[in-house]
Structures are given as structure tokens and as C-alpha cells.
């Protein structure tokens, strides 16, 4: 009555071989993976563009910001019109470093005001359409074959949107040291054994699904742990190192993944109250996470191989509300950082008079898919417009090493 | 009822009766049409399988007793146990027992650490706590207090999912505590941003109270909770600049769904809602900041107050499919067709938004017990806890595993929703990481860590312990501090970890390591026990015989779909290899281990996190 489909037997010998991480060989089909490495870094909430690179030149935006601008002596000023956040310490350093572009007035047509949808907006790379898959994984479907195990990578406790893709099941975890099957010696070979079991998938989805998913968990839990048990903290990365310590990590093992996807998570950024001391406190994090990472990939000499993008779904109000803080706007500045970057500001920087909507939202002057096109075209040197579907303006922002 | 399934003779009976019409069901193929028709079965269809269906998705499932109980009832008088449970007591169910963290000082907490030191130095006095009048670290007792309000109110609220927890183990009416479970998930406040468990603890009552009421009377008594008030910054909303957060998510995730309103609807709904807020735990509505003029909304005209609001919102066609379509995926498929939402939207919008009639549809329809929506679930974190220890036979959640650990590990914590739209709930529910954490929540309580650590009381922040020890040496807290950061071992000095003492009125890592220690002298434990199931005898009380049965036994009892033949036999074999025969009785002496090892892999199966 049940058909046997197909047993395999995934994982041998895990328990000898911990601290010796054997190296991998992959067969590549596509001469498209350049070795470089993308990491995207989401700022979730909505990060206020306005206050973390804040246009002190300009007196607009004080007449916008009466209570919440912030004052010209507090800023760390980096040129005579813009102004870091105080708490952005370390974005700060590595902008001078040369080594953060600053792309202003990122956005989208019909902007959408809620965190979910324009959010599934950056995640897809299609608004207002209904895109299925993500475009890292759009990118994982063009730059790889389904063979190639592991290409993406997302630290978090569930699976971004941006990675999901039609080939790859990429592996999402938030605590390595826990991503094992724990279980006696006796038991190993039973629990790593997968037994499909295809003759009620039809009617039964959840169950192909889940049998999908324990497959790559199999493929991938002793890569990640190990590498995680190999790496030690050398640098500070602050109060929350946002994942990214992982992700080191994981580059210092030199795992195949090319595409690493986290989040500053569950709409931190919302500050629609009191905002500035969170606002701060918040940035400071980020920041000193972020430079971290890059001091990290300094330290093991691969500071050259990975870019970072800094990503929210939407800026906020230009206006401030009455409860010192802001509501859900629409354009802000995208960061895209590294070694291989030249520093600098790039796209147009927005109007506070001229270039605001009836709703006082930031026209944007920058659509966000030229950013993801920069990184596609210019940094993983594939063609952009397959998976964006159409050509985006790009901007030349690593021409030191690429 | 409780005290039949407690009668070991009769359940001996139950199980031989159960496992017969199970065998016997196993092979009956449901009519094909039944997916879509939300016409209700009859009696005749009505059988243990469906019963089982039936507490699985309106409860959190339940021992094969509990199921039988259920199947003997006949179809209308199940539905009946399980919605309209109004004569059910519950009388007996245990309150929270607070840990009285709480004074009223601790009233109108500031929104952060500098607010209240700022409102300190200003007035001279925060959180009930005087400034002192001279010397050093002024401002440290009042820092330290707000560091312990963070602490006490986050280990109280742990100690609140707790006992709802058990609550949903225990409680007569599964129903009633998975419709509250829902309702959390829909109206997601969070205790970061909430940060007093007496508020979160009232929302709790007041979804209970609601759970399977009238939907209006519901989003009105959660808009006026403290808590929601709080979440969605309404208290700040007020005449003249409004506050649009709580206007925005009462169209898009609580009533219509994005797409059917538009921005400058929310813009005139927050005018209406200006002026509400509350007085600690009371909802008050202020007149002065009430905006009093006329308002548009989806195209309706006039003074319109908050209530008015809603009731324009539940007017509109959306808001009836936009809450039954939650409702059919959480209760029935994820995988939707239009038409039945349709139809289910409709027998809303007769009732009047009263929820029990649409849940008692649902739960009766063919469409439920077709054989793609059986088995089609896939459990939360929480629903797959509850569900294993009622399966268990369990009255009350074990202290080892920690339940908020366990559940956090797989991406579920109660009242730590990620974002105001909640939990996304079905795959999302799943990653690689995660379905491997399932497999060890099996294993956590079947051999419980003895070198267990409750995180939330005893710090694993390796920069608060290197600062306890230094303090506790007689180190200064400048000195201390510094000693926290890694001294000069680290490369370079992150500025969040250099601002941590750079106001000399305070010092905020002193303050959250004080804060800490206070708050765990005045929060009460939780009890650390382990879970006590003689597995042994209940595989012997099924009246297996042979490993063939035992693992059959435990398969039919935790799993809703069942794994495929090789792998139970693998299942089997293993067993044999563990015990030197396939003779349960003659290896009931050293059975115990082995069949631990045995429920841990079923566990682990992916069909285990379908319901």
C-alpha cells in the first residue's frame, strides 16, 4: 500500500568530527560566482533617514524638527551640510576610512505605509506586484544551480522573504551552538534518516514542505555549528552584535555561501514616540555591530571579499509628530559598506521643500532597486536585469579593487 | 468526566475499543467532495478519527481517553462540549499568583533610562525615588529602580505565560484557550514595548472573557485595554497632531486588511481616537484632547468618536472575510479558496459578528474533516508543547524544560509576539534550525538537563558576571566597568560599551546588574520539576505485547498523520536491537529507557509538527 521512495542516509560519523571541518569540494556549473560575498543587514521599523544622517545645513529641517532635529554641536559632522547620528561612533570612523557609500533618497512608486507590505516591497525587489520569491533567492536561483548546497544563508530565528527561492532552501538558524540533533549515540542513525514519503503530498503539502526542510537541516547543522564552535570574539561588536559575529564566523570557515542575510529584528526601529535617546541607543548598536564585522573580516584578511548593504523598509514623516517622535514615511538612505567601497554620497540628496508629497512624505530621488543592481552588476558581477527585470540605474561605488 | 479518564480498569477497556476503530477507520477514504463544502457531516459520518481531528484543531488534542470521551458524545454534543461551554466551570482554575514587584512609583514609568534621569534632574525626584542630596552617583538608586522594573516586570510576565500555560493544559475549555492564544496573535502586544506584565495579564482576561464572544465587543474592550493603549502609543494621540500607529493597525491587522482603505482614512480614524489613554490600569477617554470636529472615514461623515470608528470598519465588507480568513487558516488549512471564505464571511455577518456560531460551522462542516485539511497543520511552538503534554496525560506544565525556553527556541515566546502583526504562523513556523529545535524539545523533557539554568534569573552576560565579581572583590564601579568591556584584551572599544559609565551621577551597567539582583529577591520561582509518565506501564496498559504494538501504540496516541511503513520499521528495529528481543513483557524490567529513546524519535519525525 506505501510505496518506499527513497532513504538516505545524510549525515555519517558526526560525533568524530567535531573541530575537524573537512573541506568541501563544489563542482560548479556556473562560472558566475566570483567568490565575492553580499551581506545584507536589515534595519527592521522603518529607521528615521532623517536623524541618522541628518542634514544640519539645511534649516528646513529644523522647521520640520523643532523638537526632535538634532542640534548641529551634537552631530559628528562629515562634511559642512551633513551630520552623523552621535550614536553612529563607528559608522562614522569607517566613512572617514573611505569605506561607506551613502546612497540618499531611496525609495519606490506609491510608496506603501505599512511596515509589512513595504517590507515584502524591499524583500521581493516588486512592489506593488505579487512577487513570490525573494531577491536574494531570485539571485541564488540565477547564480547557482540547486546543487550547490548552502549558498544562502539567513541568520534568524524564521526565513526572511528575501530569501526565498525557488531552488535553494536556505539555511535559517539564530543560535548555531543549538542547530544539532540532539541524541544518543544509539539513536543517530534513525534521527538522520530521512524517509520521504510522496504518495500524500498532493493532497498533503505541509508534509513535502516539512520533509524539504529536514532535509537541509541535516545537509547543514554540523557546518554551522562546528564553524561556530571554532570562532573566537576578537573584536568588540558592542551591545548586540546583530548576528553578524555569526556571519563571520561562518566566512572565517569559509563555507560556499555567498549570500548572508540578517536583521536588526521585530520593528526596532518603530519610533513613533520619544524617539530620539532609543533612536540613538539603537543606531549605536547597529553601528558598533558593524564595525565589528568589518574590524572581524580585517583580522582573518577577508575584509576585501565582503560588501555590506543597510537596508530599511521605509523612512519616516519628514514632519515630526507631537509625541517627539515620527510616523511611517517613505524615501531614506540606503549604506552599502566594505573595503572594496568608495566611500562617498551618492544619488541625488532629497528636497526638504520642493521634493515632499501631500502627505509630507520624501519624494524618492533613488529607486532602491538601483542599489540592488549596484550590488548585482558591480559586485557579484551578474546580470541585474534577470532578476530584477529590468536594467536600474547602477551606481560606481567599488571601483578601488573590483 | 475527569475521574472516568482517571479510571485505569475502564481506560484498559477505552484503549482496546479505540485501537479496534482505529485500525478499523484507518482505511475508510473520505468523500472527495467533502473539501470545499462547508455543509455539516452527519451522525453517521461521525467517528474516532474525527474526534480526534476535532480536539486536535478546536483544543490543543488530548490522551486517547480524552478523544473517546469526545467521540462518545456523538457529533452535535462535541461541538457543543467544545463551543457554547458557557456551563462548563472553570471556577476551580487557579488566579496568577503575583509576586508584588509593583508600587506606585513605578506608575507612568518613563519611556527609557535617560527620560528618567532627566526627569530626575529636573523635579529632584523618579520612580518614587528621591535624588540624593550631595556626593557621588546621585542618581544611582534611580537608575538602579529602573533597571529593576525592566527585569522584574519580564521574569513577571514569564511567571504570567506560565500558569496560562498551564491553564491551557488543564482548562475544561481547550477552546476557550486557544481562541485567547489566537487573540494574542492577532491583537500582538509585546512586553518590550508594554514593559508592566499587569497590563499584559489584563489583556490575557480580557481575550478569555471574549475568546469566542462577539468580535465588536472584542476589538472595543482590547482598543480600551491598558495595554494595546500603551503598545500603540494612543495616549499619545491627541487633538491637533495625531498619533497615527493605533489608527493604522486597527485597519490593517485588526478589522480590513491593507488595500481597503486609504492613507487619509487613517489619518481622519486617529482623529477619533484622539484623547483616549489610560490612568495606569483604567481607561479614560480625555475631552480636552478629543478632537470634536468632523470626520471622513471611508466615506462616512460626521463627529465620529473611537467606537464609531470600529463600527464603521465591521461595516465594511472586508472586515467579516478579513477575520474569517484568519480564523480558516489557524483552524483549518492554510491554503484558502475565496469561496468559503465567502460563505464562513456570510454566517458571520448573520450572527452579527458573534463568533461562536462561525466556529461551530466550521468545526461540523465536511470541508473541516476532509481529508486535505486533516493532518494539513502545522502546530506553533506553543500549540506543539501543549499538544505533547496533554497527549502525555500531564495536568500541569513541567518546570524542566523551561516552557518559555523551550517555546522561544522554536520561534515562539507568549507576549513577545516579534511585530504588532504577530506570529506569521504555518511555514513560516519552520526552518531547518527550528524543526531540529522540535526534535529536541522531545528530548529535553524525556531526559531533563541536570545542569539546568534558569537564564532569566541567573545572568549569562558575561559583561554583568565579570562586573558582579569585580564589585563583589571591592572594586569601584568605574573600575568595575571597565573591567566588564575585556579590560585591553579587545582590539578596539565599541561606543556602546564605552558610554556605559561616562555620567558620573550613574552608571547604567551598575544599574542593570543592581536592578537584576533586585529583581530576582522579589520575583517568586518557578518550580523546577520534571516531567514523571511511567511510559512502561502505560505501553503495557495499552495491551501491546510485542515491540510491534508498543511503537504502534505511541505512534497512533502522538502522531495525526502517520509515518510511512520503513520508517516504522526502522522504529521497530531499533527497539528490537535495544531490548534483545521484540518481547515487551519480557523486557519490561529495562523497557523504560528504550522506549523513551523510541517516543524521542517519533518526535523527531517532521509528521510530528502536523496536527
Not at chain 1, 556556473?30 to 567568490?35: A, D, F, L, T
Not at chain 1, 559586485?379 to 546580470?383: A, F, I, N, Q, R
Not at chain 2, 457554547?84 to 476551580?92: G, K, M, P
Given at each position: 500500500m506505501k510505496n518506499i521512495k527513497r532513504r538516505t542516509f545524510l549525515k555519517t560519523a558526526s560525533a568524530a568530527s567535531i573541530g575537524a571541518l573537512t573541506p568541501i569540494k563544489y563542482s560548479l556549473s556556473?562560472?558566475?560566482?566570483?567568490?565575492k560575498i553580499l551581506v545584507v543587514l536589515e534595519l527592521s521599523g522603518g529607521n528615521d533617514g532623517l536623524n541618522t544622517i541628518v542634514p544640519y545645513g539645511d534649516d528646513n529641517y529644523y522647521k520640520h524638527r523643532p523638537k526632535i532635529g538634532l542640534k548641529e554641536n551634537k552631530l559628528l559632522k562629515i562634511d559642512d551640510y551633513f551630520g552623523f547620528n552621535p550614536g553612529i561612533v563607528g559608522l562614522e570612523a569607517l566613512y572617514k576610512e573611505g569605506k561607506m557609500a551613502i546612497i540618499h533618497g531611496c525609495g519606490y512608486d506609491n510608496p506603501s505605509f505599512s511596515h509589512f507590505t513595504s517590507m515584502a516591497y524591499m524583500h521581493t525587489a516588486a512592489p506593488n506586484s505579487g512577487e513570490e520569491y525573494g531577491w536574494i533567492g531570485r539571485l541564488a536561483d540565477h547564480m547557482a544551480p540547486s546543487t550547490y548546497k548552502n549558498f544562502i544563508v539567513n541568520v534568524d530565528k524564521t526565513q526572511s522573504l528575501a530569501v526565498k527561492s525557488k531552488m535553494h532552501v536556505p539555511i535559517v538558524f539564530d543560535h548555531p551552538e543549538r542547530y544539532q540533533r540532539e541524541g544518543f549515540y544509539v539513536q543517530k542513525n534513525v534521527l538522520n534518516t530521512l524517509v520521504n514519503s510522496n504518495n500524500d503530498y498532493d493532497i498533503n503539502s505541509s508534509r513535502e514542505f516539512l520533509n524539504e526542510i529536514a532535509n537541509s537541516a541535516n545537509q547543514s547543522s554540523n557546518l554551522i555549528s562546528e564553524a561556530w564552535a571554532k570562532y573566537t570574539r576578537k573584536v568588540d561588536y558592542g551591545i548586540d552584535a546583530v548576528d553578524l559575529d555569526k556571519i563571520a564566523a561562518l566566512i572565517e570557515a569559509d563555507l560556499p555561501t555567498r549570500l548572508y542575510y540578517t536583521a536588526f529584528r521585530d520593528n526596532a526601529f518603530d519610533t513613533h514616540v520619544h524617539q530620539n535617546n532609543l533612536h540613538t541607543r539603537l543606531l549605536t548598536y547597529a553601528s558598533d555591530a558593524i564595525r565589528g564585522f568589518i574590524s572581524d573580516l580585517e583580522r582573518m584578511g577577508r575584509a576585501d571579499d565582503v560588501v555590506v548593504l543597510v537596508m530599511t523598509e521605509f523612512g519616516r514623516r519628514v514632519p515630526e509628530n507631537t509625541s517627539l517622535g515620527t510616523d511611517h514615511g517613505s524615501a531614506g538612505p540606503m549604506f552599502v559598506i566594505g573595503t572594496s567601497v568608495k566611500g562617498g554620497h551618492y544619488g541625488e540628496i532629497p528636497d526638504l521643500v520642493n521634493g515632499l508629497d501631500d502627505g509630507d512624505n520624501l519624494k524618492y530621488t533613488t529607486d532602491f532597486r538601483s542599489v540592488y543592481a549596484t550590488l548585482i552588476d558591480n559586485?557579484?558581477?551578474?546580470?541585474s536585469k534577470n532578476i530584477l527585470r529590468k536594467n536600474f540605474q547602477t551606481f560606481d561605488i567599488f571601483d578601488r579593487t573590483v | 468526566m475527569k475521574l472516568i479518564w482517571l479510571n485505569i480498569r475502564k481506560i484498559k477497556l477505552f484503549i482496546f475499543v479505540f485501537l479496534f476503530l482505529f485500525s478499523f477507520n484507518i482505511s475508510a477514504k473520505e468523500n472527495?467532495?467533502?473539501?470545499?463544502?462547508?455543509e455539516p457531516i452527519t451522525s453517521q459520518d461521525w467517528d474516532i478519527n474525527k474526534a480526534k481531528h476535532l480536539l486536535e484543531r478546536a483544543g490543543f488534542g488530548g490522551t486517547p481517553e480524552e478523544i473517546k470521551f469526545l467521540y462518545n458524545l456523538g457529533l452535535s454534543k462535541a461541538i457543543e462540549h467544545l463551543v457554547?461551554?458557557?456551563?462548563?466551570?472553570?471556577?476551580?482554575m487557579p488566579k496568577f499568583n503575583e509576586s508584588d514587584i509593583h508600587d506606585p512609583g513605578l506608575i507612568n514609568f518613563p519611556p527609557s533610562r535617560p527620560a528618567t534621569t532627566k526627569l530626575a534632574k529636573e523635579t529632584g525626584e523618579a520612580l518614587g525615588i528621591k535624588v540624593k542630596e550631595?556626593?557621588?552617583?546621585?542618581l544611582q538608586p534611580i537608575v538602579n529602580k529602573f533597571f529593576f522594573w525592566l527585569r522584574a516586570s519580564r521574569l513577571e510576565t514569564k511567571r504570567v505565560a506560565y500558569w496560562w500555560a498551564d491553564r491551557m493544559i488543564s482548562s475544561p475549555r481547550p477552546l476557550e484557550e486557544k481562541m485567547t492564544l489566537f487573540w494574542h496573535n492577532h491583537f500582538a502586544n509585546n512586553e518590550t514595548k508594554v514593559r508592566d506584565y499587569r497590563k499584559l495579564l489584563l489583556q490575557n482576561e480580557t481575550f478569555r472573557i471574549h475568546a469566542t464572544g462577539n468580535f465588536r465587543d472584542l476589538i472595543i474592550a482590547t482598543a480600551k485595554d491598558p495595554a494595546m493603549l500603551y503598545f500603540l502609543d494612543a495616549g499619545q494621540n491627541i487633538k491637533g497632531s495625531p498619533n497615527e500607529n493605533f489608527a493604522r493597525e486597527i485597519m490593517e491587522l485588526f478589522t480590513l486588511g491593507v488595500g481597503n482603505y486609504e492613507e487619509k482614512d487613517i489619518r481622519e480614524a486617529a482623529r477619533a481616537f484622539t484623547g483616549w489613554n489610560t490612568n495606569d490600569l483604567e481607561f479614560v477617554v480625555n475631552k480636552d484632547l478629543h478632537d470634536n470636529e468632523s470626520k471622513t472615514i471611508l466615506n462616512k461623515t460626521g463627529n465620529f468618536s473611537g467606537e464609531d470608528v470600529i463600527d464603521i470598519l465591521l461595516s465594511q465588507e472586508a472586515a467579516s472575510k478579513f477575520i474569517v480568513k484568519k480564523l480558516y487558516k489557524e483552524f483549518v488549512n492554510e491554503n484558502i479558496n475565496d469561496d468559503i471564505i465567502s460563505d464562513y464571511a456570510h454566517v458571520l455577518e448573520q450572527n452579527n459578528f458573534e463568533l461562536k456560531p462561525l466556529l461551530a460551522a466550521i468545526f461540523s462542516s465536511k470541508d473541516f474533516y476532509s481529508e486535505q485539511n486533516r493532518g494539513s497543520h502545522i502546530k506553533s511552538p506553543v500549540e506543539l508543547v501543549i499538544s505533547t503534554y496533554k497527549k502525555l496525560g500531564l495536568n500541569n506544565t513541567p518546570g524542566v524544560p523551561d516552557f518559555n525556553q523551550s517555546t522561544t527556541a522554536m520561534g515562539q515566546t507568549l507576549f513577545w509576539?516579534?511585530?504588532?502583526?504577530g506570529w506569521a504562523g504555518g511555514r513560516s513556523w519552520i526552518t531547518p534550525a527550528l524543526l531540529m529545535e522540535r526534535g529536541n524539545f522531545a528530548r529535553s523533557f524525556l531526559y531533563p538537563d541536570i545542569d539546568f539554568i534558569d537564564k532569566d534569573f541567573y545572568s549569562p552576560d558575561p559583561k554583568i558576571i565579570v562586573m558582579h565579581k569585580a564589585i563583589r572583590e571591592g572594586a569601584d564601579i568605574t573600575t568595575a566597568t571597565k573591567s566588564s568591556n575585556g579590560g585591553d584584551s579587545m582590539m578596539m572599544m565599541s561606543e556602546a560599551n564605552m558610554m556605559a559609565d561616562r555620567d558620573e551621577d550613574f552608571n547604567t551597567r551598575y544599574g542593570s546588574y543592581r536592578g537584576w539582583q533586585m529583581a530576582v529577591s522579589k520575583v517568586k520561582p518557578i518550580i523546577r520539576d520534571t516531567i514523571n509518565i511511567n511510559f512502561t506501564k502505560m505501553v503495557l496498559d495499552s495491551g501491546a505485547k510485542n515491540t510491534s504494538e508498543a511503537v504502534d501504540y505511541l505512534i497512533n496516541r502522538f502522531l495525526t498523520v502517520k509515518i510511512n511503513s520503513e520508517k516504522r520499521m526502522m522504529i521497530i528495529s531499533f527497539l528490537n536491537n535495544n531490548l534483545g528481543t521484540n518481547n515487551i513483557i519480557e523486557a519490561k524490567t529495562y523497557l523504560e529507557d528504550p522506549l523513551k529513546m523510541v517516543l524521542h524519535l517519533i518526535m523527531s519525525q517532521p509528521e510530528y509538527q502536523l496536527g
Open positions: 556556473n562560472e558566475s560566482i566570483n567568490g559586485w557579484l558581477k551578474v546580470d | 472527495p467532495n467533502w473539501y470545499g463544502n462547508i457554547y461551554y458557557e456551563n462548563i466551570s472553570v471556577s476551580e550631595s556626593g557621588n552617583r546621585k509576539p516579534p511585530t504588532v502583526a
